[in-house]
């Protein structure tokens, strides 16, 4: 199941069965099941504070993802802020939906266990949020 909710900012039009179709292909495809993901979406002020509260963190980001994630099963609480992945989608002359569905999907490979803190890893996340959002655009156009 997924659940989205807002800390200080609008919700982002989200087709939300599609979604859900989506990353429980993508899960599936590293031998997982979804479970309980809670999409929270905030603002750079409060995805700050969550990095400096619970990661000790004194910087800005797109996501933060906290695994609960049981055997098999992948769950956890994903922090996404608004306010960077519009400016990312600027930044990098993207559509802003497009980075919206590559950051949630983001959040949810870390749930499979996939990381990003060496330059290796970050190309391997890229790829496979490529891969991800390939499945969307497929889904897309059946």
Same mark, same amino acid.
């Given at each position: 199941m997924i +659940? $989205?909710?807002?800390?200080g900012? @609008?919700m982002? /039009?989200? &087709?939300?069965?599609? !979604?859900m179709?989506?990353?429980t292909?993508?899960?599936?495809g590293y031998g997982? @099941?979804l479970g @309980? !993901?809670?999409? %929270?979406?905030?603002?750079d #002020?409060?995805?700050?504070a969550? /990095?400096?509260?619970?990661?000790?963190?004194d910087? $800005?980001?797109?996501? %933060?993802?906290? @695994? $609960?994630?049981?055997?098999?099963?992948v769950s956890g609480d994903?922090y996404i802020?608004l306010d960077t992945v519009r400016?990312?989608? #600027? #930044?990098f002359? =993207? &559509? $802003?939906?497009?980075e919206?569905?590559?950051?949630l999907?983001?959040?949810?490979l +870390?749930?499979?266990?996939?990381? &990003?803190?060496?330059?290796e890893s970050?190309?391997?996340?890229t790829?496979k949020e #490529? =891969?991800?959002?390939a !499945?969307? %655009?497929? &889904? /897309?156009?059946s």
């Amino acid at each position: 199941m997924i +659940h $989205y909710l807002t800390e200080g900012v @609008d919700m982002p /039009n989200l &087709d939300q069965q599609r !979604i859900m179709r989506w990353l429980t292909k993508v899960v599936a495809g590293y031998g997982f @099941d979804l479970g @309980d !993901i809670t999409y %929270i979406f905030c603002s750079d #002020e409060r995805i700050l504070a969550v /990095n400096k509260q619970f990661l000790k963190h004194d910087y $800005y980001t797109d996501v %933060i993802t906290f @695994d $609960y994630s049981t055997r098999g099963k992948v769950s956890g609480d994903i922090y996404i802020s608004l306010d960077t992945v519009r400016s990312n989608a #600027e #930044e990098f002359g =993207q &559509d $802003y939906e497009l980075e919206l569905h590559r950051i949630l999907v983001h959040g949810v490979l +870390h749930l499979t266990g996939q990381g &990003d803190k060496t330059p290796e890893s970050k190309v391997v996340m890229t790829m496979k949020e #490529e =891969q991800a959002l390939a !499945i969307l %655009i497929a &889904d /897309n156009k059946s």
